[in-house]
């Protein structure tokens, strides 16, 4: 969940939601392809990945090729 540019999660399936750290300062996208892999995509382009569920988020650089 998304909101106010702060990432909220919950593992009792919604009923009890806790703030994680953000490192982007305004989230544009986010996108979990399981419970702990996941993408977030910032207003400013900036790409980042996390492994643990969002308590951790490293950046992906991004080589664009013509």
Known sequence: MVKSNCLYYAEDGGYHWQALPVVADSVKQTQFVTRTQG????????????????????????????
Do not use: I, Q, R
């Not at 990945?49 to 664009?64: E, F, I, K, R, S």
């Open 39 to 66: 993408w977030l995509l910032a207003e400013d382009g900036a790409l980042l990945t996390t492994a643990d569920g969002g308590h951790t988020w490293t950046a992906v650089n991004v080589y664009l090729v013509d």
